[in-house]
């Protein structure tokens, strides 16, 4: 993957953003935040060479850019992620890449979240993204939610979309190649694949739609 800076710069950049807006020990949490960021960038090679995005690849390979917020968004995600799992009693550190991430891009996404491998995001603002299962080509826009009603979460299905100001919360079933149009509100909904939603529960518009009509949301 192509780096618009290098390695040891996004390491620095990082370091100082923390100590910033928060605090941070380069002497005994430096070498933490490295291991988190290469696996971050790890993750975010594959995430990335999955997507369309015309930003996300340069010269034909996969490209990273940390002043590309939806970019940062998700490498933050994974970093945090990644310190979680790599050192639960680092619990901290996660706490601040987390909170970092809010500071910078507006977006809530806790490090225990467990996004898919493959998930993509335009716009993060006001985004909040609960502890629901998430199948691969996930993707979300601005002032989305997925939340909890009474502690149950949705499981959603692969090829996900929710559109701006979507809403997805509680017992749902979320089938495959599915789009929550914007302003969409489901709750305690189960959505058949291959389908459109609009509106809100209980009075939910789902139309169905072949599988290859959702190509197009792919591209």
């Not at 502690?151 to 809403?167: C, D, E, K, L, Q």
């Amino acid at each position: 993957m192509q780096l618009e800076i290098p390695r040891d710069r996004l390491i620095q950049l990082v370091g100082k953003q923390l100590d910033n807006l928060f605090m941070f020990d380069p002497a005994t949490e430096g070498s933490m935040l490295e291991a988190a960021i290469d696996s971050a960038l790890d993750k975010c090679d594959f995430c990335f060479s999955h997507t369309t995005n015309k930003y996300y690849r340069r010269n034909g390979e996969t490209y990273f850019n940390p002043f590309h917020s939806g970019q940062y968004s998700i490498f933050l995600y994974f970093a945090s992620h990644a310190v979680f799992a790599l050192s639960p009693e680092s619990k901290t550190l996660a706490d601040r890449l987390y909170y970092l991430n809010k500071a910078l891009n507006g977006l809530d996404l806790y490090y225990e979240v467990a996004m898919p491998a493959i998930f993509a995001l335009d716009h993060s603002v006001g985004a909040v993204m609960g502890r629901a299962t998430y199948g691969d080509y996930f993707f979300f826009s601005q002032n989305c939610t997925v939340g909890n009603n009474k502690g149950v979460y949705p499981r959603i299905g692969r090829h996900v979309r929710m559109m701006s100001g979507a809403t997805l919360i509680g017992r749902c079933q979320v089938g495959d190649h599915v789009v929550l149009a914007a302003k969409a509100y489901v709750k305690d909904t189960d959505i058949p694949s291959c389908s459109l939603v609009f509106g809100s529960s209980p009075d939910l518009v789902i139309k169905a739609r072949p599988e290859s009509y959702f190509k197009a949301f792919e591209e």
